[in-house]
């Protein structure tokens, strides 16, 4: 059962100048994160859009609807404090990442994973360095440990805000390189989204609609959006 959403308790949201940052004020009053941090953000940009979050909101609080704010209070309540290993979790995809895995079978199945995630690969070894094996076997191969510790130090030098994106879209791509991808402004969200989702999108169109397969696509597409606009916000 759904706990019911919180009421609106206030009038007014607006962004505010606030102790290490840009805070967020509802009444003149500023918001707290879950932990009781000040909800105080890099820069103007990133604080007017998590504003605009609280004054679009009804006459209930709806989490759901505010991405940002959560981004946000995820980046100051929990990356400091677990950094190290978050670092290691995101890094980790790099050793069984989404585009080093293809099939042989059906031909026009393998043919849109190379043509999606081979310039990808190209791409992470350009930019990053890390130069990724390839593989047709479902059976995990070892990728060079200079190519991990090229990407391991893309992730580590990312700050808390840029982290918690960078985490967002590596977990739901379930792919580093496509989430470095679209940090860098190699993908947009669509285009990120789309990769990730070539599988998914064949068997959508080879077998018809699965509203489970669509939903999962609908998630994706939806946190890319979310990553891509914190890293533009934080950018500005």
């Not at 009038?11 to 009444?27: F, N, P």
């Not at 000040?38 to 979050?53: F, K, Q, R, W």
Request: glycine share 6%; with cysteine.
């Amino acid at each position: 059962m759904n706990a019911p959403k919180p009421k609106r308790f206030y009038k007014t949201a607006e962004a505010a100048a606030a102790d290490g940052g840009h805070g967020i004020a509802l009444d003149g009053k500023p918001v707290r994160t879950p932990a009781g941090r000040p909800l105080a953000v890099p820069g103007a940009a990133l604080a007017g859009a998590i504003a605009e979050e609280w004054a679009a909101q009804g006459e209930s609080i709806d989490r759901e609807t505010m991405p940002l704010t959560r981004l946000a209070c995820t980046a100051l309540d929990l990356v400091p404090e677990r950094r190290a290993d978050i670092v290691a979790e995101v890094a980790a995809y790099a050793e069984t990442d989404l585009v080093c895995y293809r099939t042989d079978e059906p031909p026009a199945l393998a043919r849109r994973q190379a043509a999606a995630w081979q310039p990808l690969v190209a791409w992470a070894a350009e930019r990053h360095g890390a130069h990724l094996a390839v593989t047709s076997s479902i059976t995990p191969i070892a990728q060079a440990p200079a190519a991990l510790e090229a990407l391991r130090d893309a992730v580590a030098g990312e700050d808390d805000f840029a982290l918690t994106g960078l985490g967002l879209a590596t977990r739901s791509f379930g792919s580093l390189v496509i989430a470095l991808a679209m940090r860098g402004g190699r993908l947009d969200a669509r285009a990120a989204a789309d990769a990730s989702l070539v599988d998914e999108h064949y068997q959508l169109e080879r077998w018809g609609e699965d509203a489970e397969l669509a939903a999962r696509c609908a998630r994706v597409a939806r946190d890319a959006a979310d990553a891509e606009r914190l890293f533009r916000l934080l950018a500005a």
